[in-house]
């Protein structure tokens, strides 16, 4: 897979997350006087564990960098750093009891004159709270050469005992720009003929998440591209088109992308709808610029109305009407009724 033969080996590699980078290696500048509990929080595939394993590298290699990367290029860069003794990650949803975190503290003493070791927990979220307990008497016990970085999804079901104790570094997700030159590196490298519709399907499609890109990149390298396209299809551009038209009263036009949209499967139809949704509310509240003029027009001709027309879109029934085409052909009429009913 894609995600794990690119997988970083050193901080300037990862896609995005500049602060995060920094933060880090300032750590790794001055090991002994940072925080040894760190939570790395954000969504998944944003790359919170591959940071960790990077983090484990530059703190033991002898050759790091001015800025604080590992070199890359010494036989200890090069090595799987999970195969090392500076190195322990587990997997919380497997290891989240009491009795687990017990037996794991024997495995959480490390001779400082060795360098330093870094236990990872990924998903922490999913630790009992007396687990999480269990583990905060471990924070407390563990001496200087030891990191504990907890990798979470949820940071709020982390007990706040611990994270009053620990740097909190957020990952955000990954920007539009950051993924396509990351996957514009890879098939450089893997000699993979892409054009940039493909790019473009798989940039939106992964909505930030890394990994979800790779594993499209590898979806799009195994079923060739019409196949791609097929399973990839997008139909939310038809949805704010379907807006524009009922804006002005084109009924052929209104006819012919129901059409067009029931050639989509319906859970392809549901997924681009919800973001559709999200879109809507994103751009009204300027919480995201866009570009799409179909969405430009429908914010400047509802101006202070266009709540209204969200309270429409977002209703709960019309998300319940996605299990069948009738089903769906019904709520996109309704959609036609209830949306006129708020125009100018």
């Given amino acids: 897979m894609i995600t794990q033969e690119f997988r970083p080996q050193q901080f300037k590699d990862v896609a995005g997350q500049d602060l995060v980078k920094d ?19 954000g969504e998944y595939g944003t790359g919170k564990t591959t940071c960790a394993r990077i983090f484990a590298k530059a703190l033991n290699c ?17 090595s799987n750093i999970e195969n090392t003794i500076y190195y322990d990650e587990f997997d919380s949803a497997m290891t989240g009891n009491v009795s687990d975190i017990k037996e794991l503290k024997q495995t959480f003493y490390f001779d400082k004159n060795l360098g330093y070791k870094v236990i ?13 307990s269990a583990l905060l008497k471990v924070l407390e016990e563990s001496n200087s050469g030891i990191f504990f970085v907890m990798c979470t ?24 720009e950051n993924i396509k030159n990351n996957l514009l590196s890879i098939v450089d490298k893997k000699q993979v003929s892409i054009n940039d519709n493909i790019l473009n399907i798989i940039v939106d499609r992964c909505g930030g998440h890394l990994r979800d890109a790779h594993i499209l990149l590898d979806q799009y390298i195994i079923l060739g591209e019409e196949q791609f396209i097929r399973l990839n299809q997008s139909s939310k551009e038809l949805y704010y088109k379907f ?7 084109d ?9 067009t949209l029931l050639t989509f499967p319906l859970y392809i139809l549901k997924r681009d709808y ?27 001709y509802y101006g202070d109305r266009i709540f209204n027309l969200i309270d429409i879109i977002n209703d709960r029934k019309i998300y319940e009407m996605f299990t069948s085409d009738k089903r769906f052909q019904i709520a996109m009429y309704i959609l036609v009724k209830n949306i006129s009913s708020v125009k100018r």
């Fill in 23 to 41: 933060l880090l290696k300032s750590i790794v500048k001055n090991p002994d006087t940072a925080p040894k509990s760190i939570i790395l929080q």
């Fill in 62 to 78: 002898k050759n790091k960098t001015k800025d604080g990367d590992n070199c890359g290029v010494c036989e200890f860069c090069k």
């Fill in 120 to 132: 990872v927990l990924d998903e922490a979220q999913l630790m009992t709270p007396q687990a999480q």
């Fill in 153 to 176: 999804t949820h940071i709020d079901k982390i007990l706040p005992t611990i994270r009053s104790r620990s740097l909190k570094i957020r990952f955000d997700l990954i920007n539009k």
């Fill in 243 to 249: 807006t524009i038209a009922i804006l002005k009263n």
């Fill in 251 to 259: 009924n052929l036009l209104i006819e012919k992308i129901i059409e």
């Fill in 274 to 300: 919800e973001q559709f949704v999200l879109d809507v509310i994103k751009v009204s509240l300027k919480i995201k610029m866009t570009d799409n003029v179909y969405l430009q027009t429908i914010i400047k």
